[in-house]
């Protein structure tokens, strides 16, 4: 059963996705969306954009953070 679907020309990707939030982080990592989205990177050898894409992704949020931090003072 697959979770991630990849169109035929590349063009798109479509997870399965369900509607609760994990309450911890292990539970959160066996979520159907990370694991979908793991076994999507694996299968189509896209290891380093994955790792460059969440690398931005935490450096956005620590900016937003820090930008949250100067706002309260």
Known sequence: MARVKLAEDGSSID???SDTLPS???KFR???EV??????VYENDLRFEA???LDKIILR???EKKASKRKKS
């Open 15 to 17: 997870f399965q996705t």
């Open 24 to 26: 911890s982080l292990k």
């Open 30 to 32: 066996r979520s159907p």
């Open 35 to 40: 694991e979908g989205f793991y076994r999507f």
């Open 51 to 53: 790792g460059e894409i």
């Open 61 to 63: 949020r620590r900016q």
